[in-house]
C-alpha cells in the first residue's frame, strides 16, 4: 500500500509506522491549517482515522469542513 505524506518533516510517517495497526483510531490537531499542505493528520483521515480539528483562521476552517466532513472542525 502507497503512503503519501502532507507533514513537512514526514511526521505523518512517522507516527503512522507507529500506530498503522490501530484501528478505528482518533486524533486532535490543535491549529490544523490547510487539510492538504503541511498537516499531519490527512494521512490518517485518508485511512479511516476520524478526529477533532481546531482551526483560528475562518480560511482553514472553511477548507477543512468541505475536505474533511466527517470530522469535527471547530
Known sequence: M??????????????WRALRQVADGRYLDVGAGDPLA?????LFYERGWRGI???????????????????RNL
Open 2 to 15: 502507497s503512503v503519501t505524506s502532507y507533514a513537512p518533516q514526514f511526521e505523518d510517517l512517522l507516527l
Open 38 to 42: 503541511g498537516s499531519v493528520t490527512q
Open 53 to 71: 480539528n481546531l482551526e483560528p483562521a475562518h480560511g482553514h476552517l472553511r477548507q477543512l469542513r468541505i475536505a474533511r466532513p466527517a470530522d
